[in-house]
């Protein structure tokens, strides 16, 4: 997206963090924003924003830490800026399978692989992550094997993860939501 900030991108008139904080207020207490920068933007959206605490850019488990480093919360959900159609369903079926399976993270399932930034997870993983972190692992993939993960299945919902990385998809979903109107 030619390094623009996709949480500001307009999809139909709205920022794409827009439809996320919509779709996600109802489903949770608190919600922090984590960004690197035009924190005054998201400030203006009435949550905390926190940076990622790790030096250099760790990927999204320096958000995820970052996050956790903020919540006062025993849980954290997760989700990305960029993903418009999050379903009303997503932390309770996150979390009832996290329960189901007497697990540490849940995370969801979709379109034939996992979709790890869709994650809720133990508030006490902190120190977990940030051992991982520290010492240079990136792979959110490769630090869910340190813990006991249950997986939601949303193949009944693959909207969920649709995502955007360039103009051709911002395009696409722009057409797609006019179809749906």
Not at 119 to 136: A, E, I, R, V
Not at 146 to 170: C, G, V
Request: some cysteine; glycine content about 4%.
């Amino acid at each position: 997206m030619g390094g623009q900030d996709k949480g500001l991108i307009q999809l139909a008139q709205k920022p794409m963090i827009e439809y996320v904080l919509d779709a996600i207020k109802p489903q949770v207490d608190d919600i922090i924003v984590n960004a690197n920068r035009n924190h005054m933007v998201y400030k203006e959206y009435g949550f905390p924003v926190v940076a990622d605490q790790i030096e250099g850019y760790c990927g999204p488990l320096a958000g995820m830490a970052s996050c956790l480093q903020a919540a006062k919360t025993p849980f954290v959900v997760t989700v990305p800026c960029d993903s418009p159609f999050i379903p009303d369903n997503l932390v309770h079926k996150l979390y009832s399978m996290l329960q189901d399976e007497d697990a540490e993270i849940c995370t969801a399932h979709a379109n034939g692989r996992l979709q790890p930034v869709f994650t809720l997870m133990k508030s006490k993983l902190l120190p977990s992550m940030l051992d991982f972190l520290n010492n240079g692992e990136r792979k959110i993939d490769k630090w869910f094997e340190k813990h006991h993960l249950a997986i939601a299945d949303f193949s009944e919902q693959p909207d969920t993860f649709i995502n955007i990385n360039s103009i051709e998809e911002l395009t696409a979903l722009e057409l797609k939501l006019e179809n749906n109107e």
